[in-house]
């Protein structure tokens, strides 16, 4: 009996520390093992929610635009022509009025009107840029009308169109242009269904504007 009263205040306050200790070491284990797995948890839907910037595309820049170029069938066969290949390094084709050459080249009257072997003749003739100048809508046509040279070319309906083309007003004066529509890659080109339907779409559209398709076909 005396043994045991000797030894019961430390066996008490042993197994008070034991228990104690149990406490501590069960809770903190708890609480760490939710704080881990809600960072984690967090981290791992910020990861999943989130886009890189690099992986997106952006619509219109050149770089689309050039990839979407070099995948169309049209534009690799047409690579491999020299009339083409002329044609796009050609200092009238890259001239300062591009935007308006790029819109006239997906003009249906311009690419009807361009294969006839007049039209080149009449953007040659002084009198014609003279008209192209003059202020007087309805009558700076009408000699050539007149003249037999050009009077079935002006009775065409494209030629009527392209004459109300902004487009081809503003080039019509350029001499760059009129020797460009007179050269021989051009007028290749201008007959060729694959240029006209490649000059239709978007991709070489912007890819002229941009310069990178006589860069494309330089390399």
Known sequence: ???????RFPILIGSGLIAA???IYFSNGHISTEKTQGAIGQRDVYRDGQVNSADVAT?????????ALLESSDFKSLAKDPAF???MRSD??????????VE???????QEIVRQDMFAALLKQETFKRAMASSAQDLRFEAFRQDVRFSELFKNEAMNQLLKNEAFMQLAKDEAFASLLSSGSFQNMMRSDLF???ASQASFQQA???GSAAQLVRQ
């Open 1 to 7: 009996m005396t043994t045991l009263r000797k030894w």
């Open 196 to 198: 006209l339907r490649l």
């Open 104 to 110: 006239l080249l997906a003009d249906r009257s311009f």
């Open 85 to 87: 290949q002329e044609l």
């Open 21 to 23: 200790g149990a406490l």
């Open 92 to 101: 009238a084709f890259n001239g300062t009025h591009r935007r308006a050459f």
């Open 208 to 210: 002229l504007l941009q």
């Open 59 to 67: 619509p219109g820049s050149a770089p689309v635009a050039t990839i």
